[in-house]
């Protein structure tokens, strides 16, 4: 599909590139580029049925290619779909194992999903995300690739100002934007661009960084990318922000072929901003992109945790540790959370979220029925097939039937006899089943039945 560039954007990107504009403008006009990532947080994380000999020189878990949203790699969150130069996002911002990260801006979650697996479970990443349908893809995308570290909430920057001042080591804000790197990506959405959008985006990426100074620890790092090339949303916004915060500082990040400095001219020729990166369709292979980052001058602040009461009653315990013991090879007791009649393996039981509207708080483990306890599809899917008592590999066609939403008769008695098996396919666990009486009885949740 041919992209529809505005005589407005044509004419502005004319006036700020000179003769290199019409290399951008025909470089719109290409396919963009697709790409996948491998997920380390699941068992044998390179057992996947996609190439893997077009890795990306910047992403040790990036490969160019295109996945299917269908295949079992992605319906038991092996693969994730992301362009390839959103991945350096999550390379600049250096994700480590015990930081506290806040990803502002996070729905449909490529880079959370992507700051997660290099925390290997550990730590904490709140994944926020302001839009609450948005919120909710968010949330699905972080259970199917099986983390257990995030809290996921659905607020606005500004709620978080009230209680999480100088709580994180790093934040990313991957800003909304006027997105005009995603043009070629998404054709359509040339029709929201216009020379006001952009003045708009940059005005609310401005509140957004104010809010986020104040949620940044001393010591702590920012990084701030968008989608898209206006100077106004770029190295303008830096060059407010570090006038406004004197304490904040831009760092150089390493620049890999074709991915090109940031540019004074564009931000009121304040000389750091060639520190930022910026990639641009024409020199790099992936869509455009700005990102930065950017430390708080000053000491790490010494943070307390209140802890929240975890609303459990000694027969919970009873029901799950009956469960465990006929299905599983051991139980983690650390951070249960009882939440009405579900329990969680909480990433945070601070009692500073109280008051943020939670979709998911760590790994959410079950459901308390009437004297039972009954798994969650989350908990499977952040499961090892060495964690359960049995796994069971479907063939294709029972595979095919239990997605959707079919039983599995056997025809002889198998060499089990718990309830609660692990289902797998091609090796990879992606759900629970429930077995009595030679059935595999389907449990897959409805919504996610095909
Ligand atoms: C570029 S997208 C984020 C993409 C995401 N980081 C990823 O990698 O999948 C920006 C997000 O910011 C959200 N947003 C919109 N207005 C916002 C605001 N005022 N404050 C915070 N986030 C906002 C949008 O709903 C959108 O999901």
Known sequence: MKVDLSNDFKEKYRNLMGERAE??????????????????????????????????????????????GNSIDHISGYVYSQEPSAMYVTEILDPAKDDKILDLCAAPGSKTTYIASKMASQGLLVSNEINSKRAKVLSSNIERMGITNTVVTN????????????????????????????????????????????EQCANRQQHILDSTYK???????????????????NEQ?????????????????KKYAGMEDGRPEWGNNNPELKKALRMFPD??????????????????????????NTGLKKDDLKFVSKF???????????????????????????????????????????EFKKNRFEPDIAWMLALKPSELKTVFELDQEQYEKYLHGESVILSQRPDFDNKWIGLSFEGKLFSWGRYSNQQIKNVYPKGLRR
């Open 324 to 366: 465990a013991k006929a299905n599983l090879n051991g139980l983690s007791e650390s951070n249960w959370l009882k939440i009405s009649d579900f329990l969680y393996q909480a990433a945070s039981l601070d009692s500073r979220f109280k008051g943020l509207h939670i979709l998911r708080n760590g790994l959410k483990l079950g």
């Open 283 to 308: 020199q790099f292979n992936g869509e455009g992109h700005f990102m930065c980052k950017m430390v708080k001058d000053g000491e790490k602040s010494e943070i307390k945790e209140r802890q929240i």
């Open 155 to 198: 607020n606005s920057p500004k709620d978080f100002e009230k209680k999480f001042d100088n709580f994180f080591d790093k934040i990313l804000v991957d800003a909304p934007c006027s997105g005009e790197g995603m043009f070629r990506k998404d054709p359509e959405s040339t029709q929201y661009w216009s020379l006001d959008y952009v």
């Open 23 to 68: 290399k951008l403008f025909s470089a719109i006009q290409e396919d963009s580029q697709d790409a996948f990532r491998l997920n380390p947080l699941k068992a044998n994380y390179k057992n996947v049925a996609y190439p893997l000999d077009e890795p990306i020189e910047y992403s040790p878990i990036g490969y160019y290619g295109n996945i299917d």
């Open 237 to 253: 916004n830096i060059d407010w922000f570090l006038k406004k915060y004197p304490d904040m500082h831009l760092v150089e990040v």
């Open 215 to 233: 949620l940044l620890d001393n010591g702590g790092t920012l990084v701030y990318s968008t989608c898209t090339f206006s100077p106004e949303e």
